[in-house]
């Protein structure tokens, strides 16, 4: 069973709209949350890295958040344009091992002009 | 500039015939690791190595080989290639786990298409 997942699976928005991602997850003992943006058919690029004393991290205009007690994590995309359509990934790290690595299976944004 | 590349970048060929897909790192990191992503699973691991000659299983090695003999290159190696190895492969790289550089990079991919 996978220990991460991502909801929607897709989503398109209209340029210029904001839309939030979640990503919920199983895995413990929790170490990082990491987010990707993979666009179609290149290598996934690390956008943030929360671990788990922290609960928001910006990048740009995309912020994520991370409650450690529920176990969820959102990624929220501010002002969307057209270069954000691509899949994005979270990945949950354990902490008792410190390599491996829970990806889910991404949302694919499609932004729309 | 720190990068994973990956060689070759497209490749198609024909069943049983031995392939390997290079990766090179030049970031020093200890960590590096192959995954295949195929449409609605997601990225899987395939293989990973912690350090020089030290190599293990990910969640899909079937069919798989690894070697890691210097720190910055980890080919994989497909020794009879099937048509279900049909994928887009990629390679990444970390630092070590004490080292707090605990960035991933990946590679650009390999998509390979076996007939």
């Known amino acids: 069973k996978n220990q991460v997942e991502q909801s929607p699976q897709s989503l398109i928005i209209l340029e210029g709209k904001n839309c939030t991602l979640q990503c919920n997850y199983t895995v413990s003992p929790f170490s990082n949350l990491r987010w990707y943006k993979q666009d179609t058919g290149r290598g996934p690029v690390s956008l943030t890295i929360m671990t788990f004393s922290e609960n928001t991290k910006s990048n740009g205009r995309y912020t994520a958040t991370l409650d450690a007690d529920t176990k969820q994590s959102s990624l929220h995309i501010t002002a969307s344009q057209l270069s954000d359509s691509a899949s994005y990934i979270c990945v949950v790290s354990l902490s008792n091992s410190g390599y491996a690595l829970n990806f889910g299976k991404g949302t694919s944004l499609l932004v729309t002009p | 500039e720190a990068q994973v590349t990956q060689n070759p970048r497209y490749l198609i060929t024909v069943t049983g015939k031995k392939l390997t897909v290079t990766c090179s790192q030049n970031?020093?990191?200890?960590?590096m690791s192959w995954y295949r992503q195929d449409p609605g699973l997601g990225l899987r691991q395939i293989y990973y190595?912690?350090?020089?000659?030290?190599?293990d299983k990910g969640d899909v090695p079937e069919g798989y080989k690894v070697s890691r003999k210097e720190k910055r290159n980890f080919p994989l190696i497909l020794e009879s290639p099937s048509p279900n190895q049909t994928s887009l492969y990629f390679c990444?790289?970390?630092?070590?786990?004490?080292?707090?550089?605990?960035?991933?990079?990946f590679g650009p991919g390999t998509r390979l298409t076996v007939l």
């Open positions: 970031m020093n990191h200890e960590y």
């Open positions: 190595s912690m350090n020089v000659e030290v190599t």
């Open positions: 990444a790289s970390r630092g070590g786990w004490t080292s707090g550089n605990n960035e991933q990079f």
